[in-house]
Each structure stands twice: as C-alpha cells, then as structure tokens.
Nanobody, 119 residues
Framework: QVQLVESGGGLVQAGGSLRLSCAASGLTFSTYAMAWFRQAPGKEREFVGVISRSGTITRYADFVKGRFTISRDNAKNTVYLQMNSLKPEDTAVYYC????????????WGQGTQVTVSS
C-alpha cells in the first residue's frame, strides 16, 4: 500500500520559513517524480513545484520562484519543500504527489499539511 505522509506544516509569521517533508512508503521512490501542490480555502488546487526522479531537474510555479525549493533524499524516501519569505497568500493545505513530469500526471497523493501565514 502506497503512503505519502506530509509533515512540517504550522503557523508562521509573514517573512518566516517552514520546511515541509513528505515521507513515502510502498513504492519505489526513486522511480517517481515528486511534486507539491497546494489548495487555499475556496480555491482550486494549484501546482507549486516538481522534482525529477534523480533530483537534477526542478520546476516551480511563478509565484514561488526564488522563495521555495524542492529537494529529495532517495535514500530516505523523502521529498522536501523549503519555503522562505512566506506571505499570507501562501496559506493553504500543501500536498505532495508522486508521478511523472512528462507527461505531468500523479498517481499518489498525501493527505496534506496545513500552512498558515499570519500578517
């Protein structure tokens, strides 16, 4: 059974930082691109960024470029989302997903972790 479990969310002031983790089990982690998405209240889920299977390629949504960084540790079956210079508009539930970059499709999803940024 595949499981993706996010952690590291919480409440932070604007300008602060958080690091989210997503621990995977039940799949061959290194064969999956891993992505982060987010969903704010009343809004549709949106793409945040993705990292390739080897970790050599990353892509980000324009609204997080320069502030967020995705990394992965295939030995630990874990992907990370380092979030710096957080803004109130970054408040959302953040989800990790496993799949492929091209074509962009995701087979597995975590349950999400709440990030709240206060102004």
């Amino acid at each position: 059974q595949v499981q993706l479990v996010e952690s590291g969310g919480g409440l932070v002031q604007a300008g602060g930082s958080l690091r989210l983790s997503c621990a995977a089990s039940g799949l061959t982690f290194s064969t999956y691109a891993m992505a982060w998405f987010r969903q704010a209240p009343g809004k549709e889920r949106e793409f945040v960024g993705v990292i390739s299977r080897s970790g050599t390629i990353t892509r980000y949504a324009d609204f997080v470029k320069g502030r967020f960084t995705i990394s992965r540790d295939n030995a630990k079956n874990t992907v990370y989302l380092q979030m710096n210079s957080l803004k109130p508009e970054d408040t959302a539930v953040y989800y990790c997903a496993g799949g492929s970059i091209a074509p962009m499709s995701y087979d597995y999803w975590g349950q999400g972790t709440q990030v709240t940024v206060s102004s």
